[in-house]
């Protein structure tokens, strides 16, 4: 027999012997177990209702809160020890009780647990998990808006970091330019993918700020103008570098060269060709020969000034044959007297 219930008074009790009573008399097979079953009902009938009801003087009240009652056995083979029932039953009958011992024989629950279980009520099983259920989606709801917010935060700055990189990042050197704004393009359609197909979850619960951040990226997408293309030739003036008749390079003339290094520093896929010419002033041969001293001393001062290998450049000297302004006056034969420095790729466009 086993059954258990949760009390507050003597009345309910009674109400749970009687229904425990009719299931022993509809179960005839178990004579002996009835006959200790109707036996045990009738001392709590006997000894525990009448204490509920009325408690002895000076004794504290009795309030039971729970009744458990099952037939476990006895383990290990010993006799039953002598309680309060047995008592009563001895007192009764004359007898003891003596159940049958088992080895299989076991709690309904596992006995470590019987320490641990309640002493008072806390509501009806039905309130209690309501009460369980509520609290779990409460718990799930904040874990959730928790989650959101965090993946929103990591989104705002992530695209801020992006816009911030693209407006720091100078025209030149291009490509790097061009870097950021692909960066921020990838942002604008990952944004345009949420405002099409709706918010994911893990951005949802009404955090998500991207369609603040959408309208700020497609401004600094159009506004973006590329820096015009560095030209492939460079003119530089030859009396600003070198002495009337002379080949060697003037002390300052760091200034007018280091923004032709920039060029050739930025375009290190390509060869350069440094063309050395002058005015009629002078003999031909003699001119050649001065414009050819003249770009080589330009050749030698940039692979000084750069780890660029001397194999990279090509000088020539092309005298008065190549003149760009009439020789008549002095401010043509100053435009033909100059070093030009041009790119050429290593390989020709297909």
Same mark, same amino acid.
């Given at each position: 027999?086993?059954?258990?219930?949760?009390?507050?008074?003597?009345?309910?009790?009674?109400?749970?012997?009687?229904?425990?009573?009719?299931?022993?008399?509809?179960?005839?097979?178990?004579?002996?177990?009835?006959?200790?079953?109707?036996?045990?009902?009738?001392? @709590?009938?006997?000894?525990?209702?009448?204490?509920?009801?009325?408690?002895?003087? /000076?004794?504290?009240?009795?309030?039971?809160?729970? !009744?458990?009652?099952?037939?476990?056995?006895?383990?290990?083979?010993?006799?039953?020890?002598?309680?309060?029932?047995?008592?009563?039953?001895?007192?009764?009958?004359?007898?003891?009780?003596?159940?049958?011992?088992?080895?299989?024989?076991?709690?309904?629950?596992?006995?470590?647990?019987?320490?641990?279980?309640?002493?008072?009520?806390?509501?009806?099983?039905?309130?209690?998990?309501?009460?369980?259920?509520?609290?779990?989606?409460?718990?799930?709801?904040?874990?959730?808006?928790?989650?959101?917010?965090?993946?929103?935060?990591?989104?705002?700055?992530?695209?801020?970091?992006?816009?911030?990189?693209?407006?720091?990042?100078?025209?030149?050197?291009?490509?790097?330019?061009?870097?950021?704004?692909?960066?921020?393009?990838?942002?604008?359609?990952?944004?345009?993918?949420?405002?099409?197909?709706?918010?994911?979850?893990?951005?949802?619960?009404?955090?998500?700020?991207?369609?603040?951040?959408?309208?700020?990226?497609?401004?600094?997408?159009?506004?973006?103008?590329?820096?015009?293309?560095?030209?492939?030739?460079?003119?530089?003036?030859?009396?600003?570098?070198?002495?009337?008749?002379?080949?060697?390079?003037?002390?300052?003339?760091?200034?007018? !060269?280091?923004?032709?290094?920039?060029?050739?520093?930025?375009?290190?896929?390509?060869?350069?060709?440094?063309?050395?010419?002058?005015?009629?002033? /002078?003999?031909?041969?003699?001119? @050649?020969?001065?414009?050819?001293?003249?770009?080589?001393?330009?050749?030698?001062?940039?692979?000084?000034?750069?780890?660029?290998?001397?194999?990279?450049?090509?000088?020539?000297?092309?005298?008065?044959?190549?003149?760009?302004?009439?020789?008549?006056?002095?401010?043509?034969?100053?435009?033909?007297?100059?070093?030009?420095?041009?790119?050429?790729?290593?390989?020709?466009?297909?």
């Amino acid at each position: 027999m086993t059954d258990s219930t949760v009390l507050t008074d003597s009345n309910a009790l009674n109400d749970r012997l009687q229904a425990i009573r009719h299931r022993l008399e509809q179960c005839p097979t178990a004579t002996k177990r009835n006959a200790l079953g109707q036996a045990l009902l009738d001392w @709590l009938n006997e000894t525990i209702l009448p204490t509920l009801d009325a408690p002895a003087p /000076g004794a504290p009240p009795l309030a039971l809160q729970g !009744l458990l009652i099952a037939d476990i056995g006895t383990p290990d083979h010993r006799p039953p020890a002598i309680g309060a029932w047995p008592h009563w039953l001895n007192e009764k009958s004359g007898l003891l009780p003596t159940l049958a011992a088992s080895a299989s024989c076991s709690l309904p629950i596992p006995s470590f647990l019987i320490p641990l279980l309640p002493t008072r009520t806390g509501g009806l099983p039905l309130w209690r998990g309501a009460c369980h259920a509520v609290c779990l989606a409460m718990i799930a709801l904040c874990t959730a808006f928790a989650a959101s917010a965090w993946s929103n935060q990591r989104l705002v700055e992530r695209v801020t970091s992006d816009l911030a990189t693209y407006r720091q990042t100078p025209n030149d050197p291009i490509h790097t330019k061009r870097a950021a704004l692909h960066t921020l393009e990838q942002d604008r359609t990952e944004l345009r993918h949420y405002l099409q197909l709706g918010t994911p979850f893990h951005l949802g619960w009404g955090l998500y700020r991207g369609v603040i951040l959408l309208p700020v990226i497609d401004q600094a997408i159009t506004s973006y103008r590329p820096s015009a293309p560095l030209p492939t030739t460079v003119t530089l003036d030859s009396l600003s570098l070198f002495d009337s008749g002379k080949t060697t390079l003037k002390p300052d003339v760091e200034r007018e !060269l280091v923004k032709a290094l920039f060029l050739i520093q930025s375009n290190r896929n390509k060869r350069v060709l440094i063309a050395g010419h002058t005015d009629r002033s /002078g003999t031909a041969s003699a001119n @050649l020969k001065l414009s050819d001293a003249r770009a080589r001393a330009v050749r030698d001062w940039f692979v000084a000034m750069s780890d660029l290998p001397e194999t990279q450049f090509v000088i020539q000297g092309y005298g008065d044959s190549r003149p760009i302004a009439s020789n008549a006056d002095a401010a043509g034969r100053a435009r033909n007297r100059r070093v030009e420095i041009t790119l050429v790729p290593d390989t020709p466009a297909r």
